[in-house]
């Protein structure tokens, strides 16, 4: 029988800047972004801030409402970083299969080890706390799904084993919501159904599952009653990337053209950017646009070849603002995506309608500028028309950007 593990660094952000502050550490904290650049959320916090009901998501406004004496302080993604690494290589002293889920949770497969799951869990548990300073809570079962709703069970600095004897016991009475990919609209969905608990949604009739929710409705049904048999990858192992994207809220509302066209320069930049670096090109642009009321959409459009060019990307970016946007309000908030991702050296097809030789200058002018930009920063080369509103266009995705969990599947 398979033997995994699924480590959680608690509150991870919060931890780890008060490591790097002692003053803090006896004091709720949070980790948030910056009120005056409009990204006011609360991002993590400590166990103390936690028992003043802060939520991760709430406006920081919100949050000192409910605690004055808050200590909100701003993000350091290199030194979470450091210590994510940190904690996989604890991790490699007892498994090679070892799969990142976020900077702060990994699952483990420790099957064949001479310990049990559970005393593997409580030295890693001990070794983390003693060598770095923070703490995990560890769920040990059978398998991936129930390992996850394990390091949840009991936090924090804790180790909950759900086993094949007893995790009807554990797992069944959970709230559905619990259960790993299901959102706010599936659990109002279930709702509706009559389902409420994990135990009722691994009960509910397969065939009515997959009437209201297509193939998702096998996988519910597989994760709630234990079945996931998906393995844990080899550390050696990284997904497939499917997308790359970057999304700003701005300083300010855009009003104009202008000012969208100098926010999708710099997320154009940063996506392409970094599509070059997986040696990857783009099949597909995407954009996100929400205005000053909060209303978003999305558009997308698959391109006639694939890219890597940061103008073609920007160009066709733009378009599709142009043909879906008709300025009734001032927009808060961009985005730019890349799809459908393809290898860089994959054949193209030639035509007569595109000047290669401009793309081929481009594509060299591009890689020149990632050199420069990666000796001397983001900043050291910029288009003039950036320099209209410095201010606005002065932020840089491509280092700033935060680094959500990958997807299971």
Same mark, same amino acid.
């Given at each position: 029988m398979r033997t995994i593990l699924h480590s959680d660094c608690n509150g991870f952000y919060a931890s780890v800047e008060c490591l790097y502050d002692p003053d803090i550490r006896d004091k709720p904290v949070a980790v948030g972004g910056d009120v005056d650049k409009r990204h006011g959320i609360i991002l993590a916090k400590n166990q103390i801030a936690k028992a003043y009901h802060i939520q991760t998501g709430e406006a920081i406004w919100q949050a000192r409402e409910k605690c004055p004496h808050l200590v909100v302080v701003p993000p350091h993604y290199d030194r979470y970083l450091r210590f994510s690494r940190l904690c996989r290589r604890i991790y490699s002293d007892y498994t090679d299969r070892i799969e990142n889920f976020g900077l702060d949770e990994a699952w483990l497969d420790v099957s064949g080890n001479d310990a049990d799951g559970e005393e593997i869990a409580n030295e890693i548990r001990e070794r983390i706390k003693e060598?770095?300073?923070?703490?995990?809570?560890?769920?040990?079962?059978?398998?991936?799904?129930?390992?996850?709703?394990?390091?949840?069970?009991?936090?924090?600095?804790?180790?909950?084993?759900?086993?094949?004897?007893? $995790?009807?016991?554990?797992?069944?009475?959970?709230?559905?919501?619990?259960?790993? $990919?299901?959102?706010?609209?599936?659990?109002?969905?279930?709702?509706?159904?009559?389902?409420?608990?994990?135990?009722?949604?691994?009960?509910?009739?397969?065939?009515?599952?997959?009437?209201?929710?297509?193939?998702?409705?096998?996988?519910? $049904?597989t994760f709630s009653n234990g079945y996931d048999n998906a393995p844990v990858m080899h550390a050696d192992e990284s997904t497939a990337i499917k997308s790359i994207g970057n999304s700003t809220t701005t300083i300010r509302d855009l009003e104009n053209d202008e000012d969208v066209k100098m926010i999708f320069m710099v997320l154009c930049d940063s996506v392409c950017r970094r599509l070059r670096e997986q040696g990857a090109k783009a099949r597909l642009v995407a954009i996100s646009v929400r205005d000053r009321e909060l209303y978003s959409f999305t558009r997308q459009k698959k391109l006639s070849t694939a890219t890597d060019i940061t103008e073609e990307v920007f160009e066709e970016a733009m378009a599709l603002f142009r043909a879906n946007y008709g300025w009734q309000k001032g927009i808060r908030s961009l985005g730019v995506s890349v799809g459908e991702l393809v290898p860089v050296n994959s054949p193209i097809q030639m035509t007569l309608l595109r000047d290669e030789r401009k793309r081929e200058r481009m594509e060299r002018l591009d890689r020149s500028l990632d050199g420069l930009k990666r000796r001397f920063g983001s900043f050291c080369v910029r288009p003039a028309t950036l320099m209209k509103d410095p201010v606005l266009s002065g932020f840089s995705p491509k280092e700033e950007h935060v680094i959500h969990p990958v997807g299971y599947f």
């Amino acid at each position: 029988m398979r033997t995994i593990l699924h480590s959680d660094c608690n509150g991870f952000y919060a931890s780890v800047e008060c490591l790097y502050d002692p003053d803090i550490r006896d004091k709720p904290v949070a980790v948030g972004g910056d009120v005056d650049k409009r990204h006011g959320i609360i991002l993590a916090k400590n166990q103390i801030a936690k028992a003043y009901h802060i939520q991760t998501g709430e406006a920081i406004w919100q949050a000192r409402e409910k605690c004055p004496h808050l200590v909100v302080v701003p993000p350091h993604y290199d030194r979470y970083l450091r210590f994510s690494r940190l904690c996989r290589r604890i991790y490699s002293d007892y498994t090679d299969r070892i799969e990142n889920f976020g900077l702060d949770e990994a699952w483990l497969d420790v099957s064949g080890n001479d310990a049990d799951g559970e005393e593997i869990a409580n030295e890693i548990r001990e070794r983390i706390k003693e060598e770095l300073g923070i703490t995990v809570s560890v769920g040990v079962s059978f398998n991936k799904i129930f390992a996850k709703l394990g390091s949840d069970y009991k936090k924090p600095d804790a180790v909950t084993v759900i086993s094949k004897e007893n $995790y009807r016991d554990v797992v069944w009475p959970l709230p559905v919501g619990d259960l790993l $990919y299901v959102g706010r609209s599936t659990k109002k969905k279930l709702n509706r159904l009559g389902v409420y608990t994990i135990g009722e949604l691994a009960a509910f009739p397969l065939s009515l599952l997959r009437e209201n929710f297509g193939k998702w409705g096998d996988i519910l $049904y597989t994760f709630s009653n234990g079945y996931d048999n998906a393995p844990v990858m080899h550390a050696d192992e990284s997904t497939a990337i499917k997308s790359i994207g970057n999304s700003t809220t701005t300083i300010r509302d855009l009003e104009n053209d202008e000012d969208v066209k100098m926010i999708f320069m710099v997320l154009c930049d940063s996506v392409c950017r970094r599509l070059r670096e997986q040696g990857a090109k783009a099949r597909l642009v995407a954009i996100s646009v929400r205005d000053r009321e909060l209303y978003s959409f999305t558009r997308q459009k698959k391109l006639s070849t694939a890219t890597d060019i940061t103008e073609e990307v920007f160009e066709e970016a733009m378009a599709l603002f142009r043909a879906n946007y008709g300025w009734q309000k001032g927009i808060r908030s961009l985005g730019v995506s890349v799809g459908e991702l393809v290898p860089v050296n994959s054949p193209i097809q030639m035509t007569l309608l595109r000047d290669e030789r401009k793309r081929e200058r481009m594509e060299r002018l591009d890689r020149s500028l990632d050199g420069l930009k990666r000796r001397f920063g983001s900043f050291c080369v910029r288009p003039a028309t950036l320099m209209k509103d410095p201010v606005l266009s002065g932020f840089s995705p491509k280092e700033e950007h935060v680094i959500h969990p990958v997807g299971y599947f």
